[in-house]
């Protein structure tokens, strides 16, 4: 029984992702050789039901103990139904879902068990995509960028610009595709931009028991507290030299400042709050971008994109404008990470999470049972 990944031509990856807006797992296949992209391939997704996401949310901040367990169960069998049927995959790529994340003290941590699924579905799972980074001084996180990089290529890109993910904590990523490799000095800079959709989230599902602000209906219909806001852009985050990497409810307390707004102006002072942290992070590219592409849920809201184009100083605009799917974005970044870590390439590097020299993170995992040759 063969255990080894080839070590040149296409690897079909399949990558799965369970984001910070706790909504579900999405999965997206792509074919590459872990340096350009060569297509990409179907994609799934799984929603997590409200029970599911009441034992993720118990969980967030903790690093132990029975939450932290039930919720390991919860993402790894979302995981296995998603999965179990898919085939003519190579290589799974699989993020899992990150409950706490401190990488300057405690780490970073991301359940379920990689080690698990590949013995679960029979076939070779690459993940604990960030502590690697995280042991060599870096954020661990964003981790996207090296595939955003692939993705500039792709589209043909010439001129640097600027890939914005708003999910539930936002990141951007200045790519400058005159360079051959991401790891390379001055092709990328990446950082989270601050929180995104996650407190929009938390406050409405608090307040009316709505999950989002669907279409940026209820933002639309208040007024931006502007003390709120300029206390909240005072927070020395923003003026933060990047790498730098935030947890989802790093800013819960900021943001309590909102408490004794209506709904309406609550929601559009957080939505503000999004927009300026990208505005903020902009400062820090090393050249101004010339477009900022969007991915992530976060552009499906019209008045959070209304802002961002009224505060940037170049066009804004969703990644489907390039070809690119906003939806999967991340999905896809895990199954070209994925086979990037089972090829020995670095997945991080100084530019992206501060680490101190380029690093491939992740641990590829191999069925006992079954062993699939690749
Ligand atoms: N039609 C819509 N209108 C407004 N907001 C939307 C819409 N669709 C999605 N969103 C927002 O986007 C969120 C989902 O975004 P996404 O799936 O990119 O997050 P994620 O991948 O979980 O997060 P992260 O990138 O932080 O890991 C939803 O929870 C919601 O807040
Ligand atoms: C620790 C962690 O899971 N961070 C997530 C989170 O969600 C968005 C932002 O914060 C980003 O840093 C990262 O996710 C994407 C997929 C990344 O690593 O690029």
Same mark, same amino acid.
């Given at each position: 029984m063969k255990r080894a990944i080839r070590k040149s031509g296409d690897v079909t990856a399949l990558g799965a992702m369970s984001g910070t807006s706790l909504d579900g797992v999405d999965a997206a296949v792509v074919v590459t =050789?872990?340096?350009? !992209?060569g297509r990409f391939g179907q994609t799934l997704y799984r929603a997590y039901s409200e029970a599911e996401q009441t034992v993720l949310r118990a969980a967030l901040?903790?690093? $132990? &103990?029975p939450a932290v367990e039930a919720a390991r169960e919860v993402v790894e069998q979302a995981h296995l139904e998603l999965l179990q %049927?898919? &085939?003519?995959?190579?290589l799974i790529g699989f993020h899992g879902q990150t409950l706490a994340h401190a990488p300057r003290t405690h780490g970073t941590l991301q359940v379920g068990d990689g080690a698990w699924l590949a013995e679960a579905l029979g076939r070779p799972v690459v993940w604990d995509f960030r502590s690697a980074d995280v042991q060599l001084? &870096?954020?661990?996180?964003?981790?996207?960028p090296f595939f955003h990089f692939a993705c500039a290529h792709h589209i043909g890109a010439e001129a640097p610009l600027a890939f914005l993910n708003l999910g539930g904590v936002g990141n951007l990523t200045y790519v400058?595709?005159?360079?051959?490799?991401?790891? $390379?000095?001055?092709a990328l800079l990446a950082f989270d931009t601050g929180p995104a959709n996650a407190p929009i989230n938390d406050l409405l599902l608090t307040r009316? %028991?709505?999950?989002f602000d669907e279409g940026g209906r209820i933002a639309r219909q208040g007024s931006v507290e502007s003390g709120a806001l300029e206390r909240f852009l005072a927070e020395p985050y923003f003026a933060r030299i990047p790498p730098k990497s935030l947890d989802r409810n790093d800013f819960a307390e900021m943001i309590?400042? !909102?408490? =004794?707004?209506s709904d309406a102006d609550a929601t559009a002072t957080l939505t503000a709050m999004c927009a300026a942290g990208v505005a903020e992070g902009m400062?820090?590219?090393p050249t101004p971008p010339a477009r900022v592409l969007v991915t992530g849920?976060?552009?499906?809201n019209p008045v959070l994109m209304q802002m961002l184009a009224v505060s940037l100083d170049c066009p804004v605009m969703p990644v489907e404008e390039v070809g690119l799917d906003g939806d999967m974005l991340e999905a896809q970044a895990f199954a070209y990470l994925a086979v990037r870590v089972a090829r020995g390439l670095? $997945?991080?590097c100084p530019g992206t999470t501060g680490v101190r020299a380029a690093v491939g993170g992740g641990t590829l995992s191999w069925p006992q049972a079954t062993g699939v040759a690749v």
């Open positions: =050789d872990g340096h350009r !992209i901040g903790l690093w $132990t &103990g %049927g898919v &085939g003519g995959v190579d001084g &870096g954020e661990g996180a964003p981790l996207a400058d595709p005159s360079f051959d490799r991401p790891e $390379t000095p001055g009316q %028991g709505l999950p309590g400042m !909102i408490r =004794d707004l400062h820090h590219c849920g976060g552009r499906h670095p $997945t991080s």
